[in-house]
């Protein structure tokens, strides 16, 4: 129950709407409290609706896990108080610092009415706090300025993604791994050596991981297959045992992919 000062009526205003919507109708009648369910509303009235208000409510529920969601930055950028339920830390401690809010306890229907109490018996800080809400809005949720943020962040993570290469080698009755040497191989690799054995060796070569793959049966599609199926990276070079690549030969393809792609 809310003891006011004054002769103020309040008006709780639920937006949106959704399969509880005459469930809730039928509570608000029942315990006498005045409601206004405004259904969906376009984002400008919704903003609107919201400016209009003394408070909002951020009514979470206890098992959520969101942190920083459209609705508290919709509330910041409309510069009104916040009476907050949500357990984010995150969220609680901006409502702290820029003193723009009440945080209660999650459930707890008794400290919901003493915040909306407060605020209604007095004005004067809940402007203030409206005004603090406002800052909060143009410092941290404005997205005029967050969302290309957003986007340098997105990009210079996929800039940093360098693009991973391995060599599938062909070959046949290796008797040990110098072939590596010949080639001059200087990226993971992937060698399928048809011989008189079955063994998988895993092993580093000058930093590199390679993946010596012996078998005895024989023929150049099955061991093209082998070395394509045991392949991990972007890009695979094909290579036949007689080739020799290229010092920096990775930087050279990975180059012209990030280029052409």
Do not use: H
């Not at 006011?4 to 709407?17: A, Q, T």
């Not at 208000?53 to 930055?73: F, L, R, T």
């Not at 009440?102 to 919901?112: A, E, K, P, T, Y």
């Not at 290469?165 to 191989?185: A, E, G, H, K």
Request: hydrophobic share 35%.
């Amino acid at each position: 129950k809310v003891s006011l000062k004054n002769d103020r009526k309040i008006i709780f205003k639920v937006m949106g709407d959704g399969d509880l919507r005459l469930e809730f109708e039928a509570y608000a009648e029942k315990k006498n409290v005045t409601c206004d369910f405004t259904g969906f509303l376009s984002y400008g009235q919704m903003m609107a609706t919201l400016k209009s208000c003394d408070v909002a409510v951020n009514p979470i529920v206890g098992e959520s896990v969101s942190s920083i969601i459209n609705k508290v930055s919709d509330y910041a950028m409309a510069g009104v108080p916040v009476i907050n339920s949500q357990k984010s830390e995150e969220y609680r401690n901006l409502l702290i610092r820029y003193k723009c809010g009440i945080n209660c306890c999650n459930g707890n229907s008794d400290d919901f009415a003493k915040a909306i109490e407060y605020f209604l018996n007095n004005s004067n800080e809940a402007k203030i706090m409206g005004k603090n809400a406002e800052r909060l809005g143009n410092e941290k949720f404005d997205r005029r300025k967050t969302y290309p943020k957003v986007v340098e962040v997105i990009e210079e993570f996929r800039m940093s993604e360098k693009l991973s290469i391995q060599v599938l080698v062909s070959t046949m009755d290796q008797n040990d791994y110098s072939l590596l040497d010949r080639m001059n191989i200087q990226s993971d690799a992937i060698v399928i050596n048809q011989s008189d054995k079955d063994s998988v060796e895993i092993f580093n070569y000058k930093g590199y991981k390679i993946k010596w793959i012996s078998m005895r049966q024989r023929g150049i599609g099955l061991s093209r297959n082998t070395a394509l199926m045991n392949a991990t990276a972007d890009i695979v070079l094909f290579a036949d045992d007689d080739m020799e690549y290229f010092d920096q030969y990775p930087k050279n393809v990975i180059g012209a992919f990030e280029k052409y792609n």
